[in-house]
Structures are given as C-alpha cells and as structure tokens.
T-cell receptor
Framework: NAGVTQTPKFQVLKTGQSMTLQCAQD?????MSWYRQDPGMGLRLIHY???????DQGEVPNGYNVSRSTTEDFPLRLLSAAPSQTSVYFC???????????FGQGTRLTVV | AQKITQTQPGMFVQEKEAVTLDCTYD???????LFWYKQPSSGEMIFLIY??????QNATEGRYSLNFQKARKSANLVISASQLGDSAMYFC?????????????FGRGTSLIVHP
C-alpha cells in the first residue's frame, strides 16, 4: 500500500520558471491538501480539495494553482517561481475529517 | 489570529520522565477535531493522537495522551516515560467542521529534545 506519493523529492528552480509538484494517493480519500513548511512557521495550508472537481484556497494560495480531476491525483502548480517559494512542500490526504491525515514524504524546493 | 498556538518553541526532558507539550486553540465551531503529529529529523509527518470535540474522555495511544480541557480550549500532549527516539518536532493541529474546511490547521510546533 503506497499511501501518499509525492514527486519529486528535491527540486531546484530558477526564478520565473514553472513546475508541477505531483501528489497521488491510493486510499480513495476524498480530502487532499497541500502545505508548505518554513522554519518557525509550522505547516501552512496552500490549497485543498474535498473531492474530485472541488478545490479551494488555504492560508497562502498566491503563486500556486491546483486541480483535482480524479480522486487519486492532486497536483500543485507553481506558475512563476519566486525565491519566497523556497520551502518544503507536503501533500496530505484523509478519508474523513475525523481521521488522521496521511502525508507524503515532502518535496524540498529551492528557487534561486 | 492564530487558530492553533504552541507557546513552547523548545522543550527539554530527561529520558524516562514525562513531558507536557502545550497547545491552545481558537474556534467558535461546536464540531472540531484536534490532532498531534510528530516530525523527526528525517522529515516525515507521523500521526500520534486524535481528540474530537464531543469526546467525553481524553484520548490515549500508548505512551501518548491528550489532556483535553474544552472550556480552556486546551489540548496538551502528554508523553509518559520519554525515550531518546521521542526527540522531534511536535505539531498540534485542528480541523473545524461545519464552519470550516475540514482540513487541519497547524501550529508552529514545539521542538522536544530528550536527554539520556
């Protein structure tokens, strides 16, 4: 059982480049989310989805887009990378609001 | 305003002693849930314990217990008999129900170091 799979694990981008962080889960979970983790800031919610075709903004959505065309996949797109987007990104999924969120292994992104 | 507040940036404890990590929350939603996660230096997020707002008893999972004081909006994590492997970052999180997104909001975390 793979759980939540994030790719890539590491990425270096130049300012202005775009890229997509991939997230896939094989647990048939409805709830999926993207967080960024910065030192001293905890995990901050970027975007989330409560089911296929439904997405919404979290606390820090600027500069990021998401889509949810299937239950399994929830990619995060950086439109034009900026150094302020240097962070560790986590994707998470849960089956119900009352159960734990399962996290991917994280993506360490550096924008130079 | 922060929904989850963890006031202890760092904590130290002696091996085999108990330690309490503080967490307070802010919500007007009657239906919510509280989570604790552990993040070791390797970076993965590990679920520890969950408490629902309507649960009458404090949640326990092995050496972890959640001291839930609803009136004080407090959800402290108690780790009994600390082990060296408990050294990690600990995050408190809350998901809100009817008025929220059902997606957890996290605090800034507490770094726990267990001394031998």
């Amino acid at each position: 059982n793979a759980g939540v799979t994030q790719t890539p694990k590491f990425q270096v981008l130049k300012t202005g480049q775009s890229m997509t962080l991939q997230c896939a889960q094989d647990m048939n979970h409805e709830y999926m989310s993207w967080y960024r983790q910065d030192p001293g800031m905890g995990l901050r919610l970027i975007h989330y989805s409560v089911g296929a075709g439904i997405t919404d903004q979290g606390e820090v959505p600027n500069g990021y887009n998401v889509s949810r065309s299937t239950t399994e996949d929830f990619p995060l797109r950086l439109l034009s990378a900026a150094p302020s987007q240097t962070s560790v990104y986590f994707c998470a999924s849960s089956g119900t609001p009352n159960t734990e969120a399962f996290f991917g292994q994280g993506t360490r992104l550096t924008v130079v | 305003a922060q929904k989850i507040t963890q006031t202890q940036p760092g904590m130290f404890v002696q091996e085999k002693e108990a330690v309490t990590l503080d967490c307070t929350y802010d919500t007007s939603d009657p239906s919510y849930g509280l989570f604790w996660y552990k993040q070791p230096s390797s970076g993965e997020m590990i679920f520890l314990i969950y408490q629902g707002s309507y649960d009458q008893q404090n949640a326990t999972e092995g050496r972890y217990s959640l001291n839930f004081q609803k009136a004080r909006k407090s959800a402290n994590l108690v780790i009994s008999a600390s082990q060296l492997g408990d050294s990690a970052m600990y995050f408190c999180a809350m998901r809100e129900g009817q008025g929220g997104s059902y997606i957890p909001t996290f605090g800034r975390g507490t770094s726990l170091i267990v001394h031998p």
